[in-house]
């Protein structure tokens, strides 16, 4: 089921669900954060981990993330859901592409919901939001990569990415395991 569609035809939100961009994050957030992170890579997300993991697998990577959304680098964005007292469902980062002549566009990565949170269109909510904060700040695309051989291009073209490059066996997730690297990119302006 889609969410309902505005006039302009924009998503609503789903149920009250809301989209923030932070830029600090305290020590119970983090928290949050790595359990999402460690649930998600636990239950088959394919967010930079091949399960299982525990807490000390992905908190370097969580850290090295957070330092550049501190040092102002890049963006957290979160998905909070209502249900369950408003607490964090889901997040992702929007990554600065450090190249002088790539300023208009930004790396979305690690897009996940936590598994209890999944199946209410949350990824979805989280993927407009970002894109709209992306429009505010200026920026004419944003950019993305999958596993290929997950069924995430269909997931990803209901919320505006198209494919655009393929790169064959580029992931190795296991010994005889390779997939394609999918290249999603989301046009902000026509």
Not at 20 to 33: F, G, I, N, S
Not at 133 to 138: I, K, L, P, Q
Not at 160 to 180: K, L, N, Q, S
Request: hydrophobic fraction near 45%; glycine fraction near 10%.
């Amino acid at each position: 089921m889609n969410a309902p569609t505005r006039p302009d035809g924009h998503r609503q939100r789903f149920a009250g669900a809301r989209v923030e961009r932070l830029t600090r994050v305290d020590p119970a957030l983090r928290a949050r954060l790595l359990r999402i992170w460690v649930d998600v890579s636990n239950a088959g997300g394919w967010v930079g981990f091949v399960p299982p993991v525990d807490e000390h697998d992905v908190a370097p990577a969580l850290d090295a993330a957070l330092r550049r959304v501190h040092e102002g680098r890049d963006w957290l964005v979160v998905v909070t859901e209502p249900i369950g007292g408003g607490e964090v469902a889901g997040f992702a980062f929007v990554a600065d592409n450090d190249r002088l002549l790539s300023e208009h566009w930004r790396w979305v990565l690690r897009v996940q919901v936590h598994p209890d949170h999944q199946g209410h269109q949350l990824g979805l909510v989280l993927l407009e939001g970002i894109a709209e904060m992306a429009r505010e700040a200026g920026l004419e695309m944003l950019h993305l990569t999958v596993r290929g051989g997950e069924g995430l291009e269909q997931f990803y073209a209901r919320a505006g990415y198209r494919e655009v490059a393929r790169i064959p066996r580029a992931i190795r997730v296991a010994p005889g395991d390779d997939r394609d690297q999918v290249v999603l990119v989301h046009q902000l302006v026509a």
